[in-house]
């Protein structure tokens, strides 16, 4: 899905049935949140990061938002809770908890729709079941697009498509594809190498 920032050279992508070159590119994006692989955090207090997702949100609609995110209890331990100031783009914190205010600054915004792309692949395996959950939890109720080689974060997608040099080549939800023992199968259970 194109988010706007690239025109499509052929075919058409269509959002709830509207092809997007019909969609206000300000409307599309404000319908859409992202969490990246990489977050971008900018010197100022932890609420105000988490705030920038909706500019007018209270505190306490950002607590609600951290809470939803699993990022309230290490946001709690800092010096100055949520009052914490960060500078260097969040550099004091670890990969986990940056992408933790990532999904509080994307659940504050509770877009219809998300892009969550590659997500948990920076952080180590103990914190992945943390942001996991936080993920989670923010996808309930909307559209989410997952766009991950770390199989664990699409496991419970109610679609999964599988991709080989921008071609579908296996489609379905995890059991469906597990019972199949084709490419996910074997990229699942680790008995398959991705280039």
Do not use: W
């Not at 809470?67 to 004091?92: C, H, V, W």
């Not at 997608?157 to 059991?175: F, K, T, Y």
Request: hydrophobic share 40%.
């Amino acid at each position: 899905m194109s988010e706007g920032f690239y025109d499509i050279p052929d075919g058409k992508i269509r959002y709830d049935g509207i092809n997007i070159n019909k969609i206000r590119k300000p409307d599309l994006r404000r319908s859409l949140g992202m969490v990246l692989q990489d977050v971008n955090l900018f010197t100022g207090t932890v609420m105000d990061n988490i705030r920038y997702g909706r500019l007018d949100a209270t505190d306490e609609e950002c607590i609600r938002a951290a809470k939803l995110a699993n990022a309230d209890s290490f946001i709690t331990r800092l010096p100055d809770g949520y009052q914490t100031m960060l500078t260097g783009n969040g550099s004091e914190l670890s990969q986990g908890q940056r992408q933790l205010l990532s999904i509080a600054r994307a659940a504050i915004a509770d877009p219809p729709a998300m892009i969550l792309d590659e997500a948990t692949s920076s952080i180590d395996t103990r914190t992945e079941a943390l942001v996991q959950e936080g993920m989670d939890n923010l996808m309930q109720g909307r559209t989410v697009l997952v766009i991950a080689h770390r199989l664990s974060t699409v496991r419970n997608s109610q679609a999964i498509m599988v991709l080989d040099h921008g071609r579908i080549i296996e489609r379905g939800d995890h059991n469906a594809l597990i019972e199949k023992k084709g490419v996910y199968y074997q990229l699942y259970t680790g008995a398959f190498e991705m280039e």
